[in-house]
C-alpha cells in the first residue's frame, strides 16, 4: 500500500525538557473511513477527532458515544476500538504523538509547565474531552482543521505553521486536566539587556542634544564600561559610533525630506557645518549636498 506524503512527515515539536513526535496518518485524507477497527493498541498517544456520522468507543468495560466535533485523547497501551454505527458513515482523524525527556532543556521555558504537562499525560489513560471540558475539545477541534490543511496543501512556513498547532493542542489538553487548575508558577522575564533596549532607544532618539556616554549609563543604572559593553552586545557598536549613527540617520532623513539649509540640519544633531560635512561625507560617500541631489533624483540608499 502506498504511502501518503504526510504519514513520511518527521515532524518534531520542543517544548522545555520533552520532544515529541508526531505521526499522521491516511485518516488525514478527507472522508476517508475505515470499514472495520478491532481491538487494539498503540505505544504512542493518539487524539482522535470526529469528523462525522456516529459510533462508539469501547476501552475495557467502558463505551462512549462518539458525535461529529467531539475528541478522545487515548493513551499509550490502552486497548480499545471505534464501531462504527452501520449507515453512519462515520469518519475520523487520528493524529499520534509520543515524547521523551531530551538531557539539555530550553533556558527560557518554565520548567514546571514541562513537569506539569507531564504529569497529564502519564496520567491520561483516556480522556473524552467534550465531557471533561467543552472549551479545551472546541479548542482541539478548531486546531486540527488548521492542522490538516497545512498537511494537505502546505505552503510557506507550513512545518512551522504545525509546530505552533501542535504546541497549542498541548496546552488544551493540559486545560483540560482540572487537577492542575489551581497550580500557577511565574513566566518567564526578560533579559537585563532586554529590558535595557527601550531605555537605549528612548535615549539615542534624543540623538540632537549633547548625549554622554554618563548619561546613558546613569539610565542603564550601569558604570560606563558596563554601559558601552552593553551596547557592543546589542548593537555591535561602540557609544561613539551608535551616537554618529543615529545622527547621521535624522540628518539623511531631513536631508530628503526638507529644504532646511544644511548649516541648520547640523545645528539639528549637534555639530557644526564644517565637522557635519566632513563626517557626512566620509560616512555616506557623498558630500550633504551631493546626497540631497541624489535624493531628489531618486538615487539614494
Given at each position: 500500500m502506498q504511502m501518503r506524503k504526510w504519514e513520511q512527515l518527521n515532524v518534531s515539536v520542543r517544548l522545555g525538557s520533552l520532544k515529541f513526535d508526531l505521526l499522521f496518518n491516511r485518516t488525514l485524507e478527507p472522508g476517508y473511513s475505515s470499514a472495520y477497527n478491532p481491538k487494539h493498541n498503540h505505544s504512542v498517544y493518539e487524539l482522535q477527532f470526529i469528523i462525522g456520522g456516529a459510533g462508539t468507543l469501547h476501552i475495557g468495560e467502558d463505551a462512549y458515544e462518539l458525535q461529529p466535533?467531539?475528541?478522545?485523547?487515548?493513551?499509550?497501551?490502552?486497548?480499545?476500538?471505534?464501531?462504527?454505527?452501520?449507515?453512519?458513515?462515520?469518519?475520523?482523524?487520528?493524529?499520534?504523538?509520543?515524547?521523551?525527556?531530551?538531557?539539555?532543556?530550553?533556558?527560557?521555558?518554565?520548567?514546571?509547565?514541562a513537569r506539569q504537562l507531564k504529569a497529564t499525560l502519564a496520567a491520561a489513560g483516556h480522556i473524552p474531552f467534550a465531557e471533561v471540558s467543552a472549551a479545551s475539545n472546541a479548542a482541539l477541534f478548531r486546531l486540527m482543521e488548521q492542522m490538516r490543511a497545512e498537511l494537505l496543501a502546505p505552503s510557506?512556513?507550513?512545518?512551522?505553521?504545525?509546530?505552533?498547532?501542535?504546541?497549542?493542542?498541548?496546552?488544551?489538553?493540559?486545560?483540560?486536566?482540572?487537577?492542575?487548575?489551581?497550580?500557577?508558577?511565574?513566566?518567564?522575564?526578560?533579559?537585563?539587556?532586554?529590558?535595557?533596549?527601550?531605555?537605549?532607544?528612548?535615549?539615542?532618539?534624543?540623538?540632537?542634544?549633547?548625549?554622554?556616554?554618563?548619561?546613558l549609563a546613569d539610565q542603564l543604572h550601569l558604570g560606563p564600561k558596563q554601559a558601552n559593553r552593553f551596547l557592543q552586545r546589542t548593537y555591535g557598536q561602540s557609544f561613539k559610533e551608535k551616537l554618529i549613527e543615529s545622527r547621521l540617520e535624522i540628518a539623511k532623513d531631513l536631508l530628503r525630506g526638507s529644504d532646511k539649509a544644511i548649516a541648520f540640519i547640523a545645528g539639528e544633531i549637534g555639530y557644526s557645518a564644517a565637522y557635519f560635512t566632513r563626517l557626512f561625507t566620509a560616512r555616506i560617500g557623498f558630500s550633504p549636498a551631493q546626497y540631497r541631489d541624489r535624493g531628489k533624483r531618486g538615487s539614494t540608499s
Amino acid at each position: 500500500m502506498q504511502m501518503r506524503k504526510w504519514e513520511q512527515l518527521n515532524v518534531s515539536v520542543r517544548l522545555g525538557s520533552l520532544k515529541f513526535d508526531l505521526l499522521f496518518n491516511r485518516t488525514l485524507e478527507p472522508g476517508y473511513s475505515s470499514a472495520y477497527n478491532p481491538k487494539h493498541n498503540h505505544s504512542v498517544y493518539e487524539l482522535q477527532f470526529i469528523i462525522g456520522g456516529a459510533g462508539t468507543l469501547h476501552i475495557g468495560e467502558d463505551a462512549y458515544e462518539l458525535q461529529p466535533g467531539t475528541v478522545h485523547l487515548i493513551g499509550p497501551y490502552v486497548f480499545h476500538t471505534i464501531r462504527k454505527r452501520k449507515g453512519s458513515g462515520m469518519t475520523n482523524v487520528a493524529i499520534q504523538f509520543s515524547f521523551h525527556e531530551a538531557h539539555d532543556r530550553a533556558d527560557t521555558f518554565p520548567g514546571e509547565e514541562a513537569r506539569q504537562l507531564k504529569a497529564t499525560l502519564a496520567a491520561a489513560g483516556h480522556i473524552p474531552f467534550a465531557e471533561v471540558s467543552a472549551a479545551s475539545n472546541a479548542a482541539l477541534f478548531r486546531l486540527m482543521e488548521q492542522m490538516r490543511a497545512e498537511l494537505l496543501a502546505p505552503s510557506a512556513g507550513a512545518y512551522a505553521q504545525i509546530q505552533g498547532l501542535f504546541l497549542q493542542m498541548l496546552a488544551a489538553i493540559m486545560r483540560a486536566d482540572r487537577s492542575r487548575d489551581s497550580v500557577s508558577y511565574a513566566l518567564p522575564g526578560k533579559s537585563k539587556d532586554d529590558l535595557r533596549i527601550p531605555i537605549a532607544e528612548q535615549f539615542f532618539a534624543r540623538c540632537g542634544e549633547p548625549l554622554t556616554l554618563g548619561q546613558l549609563a546613569d539610565q542603564l543604572h550601569l558604570g560606563p564600561k558596563q554601559a558601552n559593553r552593553f551596547l557592543q552586545r546589542t548593537y555591535g557598536q561602540s557609544f561613539k559610533e551608535k551616537l554618529i549613527e543615529s545622527r547621521l540617520e535624522i540628518a539623511k532623513d531631513l536631508l530628503r525630506g526638507s529644504d532646511k539649509a544644511i548649516a541648520f540640519i547640523a545645528g539639528e544633531i549637534g555639530y557644526s557645518a564644517a565637522y557635519f560635512t566632513r563626517l557626512f561625507t566620509a560616512r555616506i560617500g557623498f558630500s550633504p549636498a551631493q546626497y540631497r541631489d541624489r535624493g531628489k533624483r531618486g538615487s539614494t540608499s
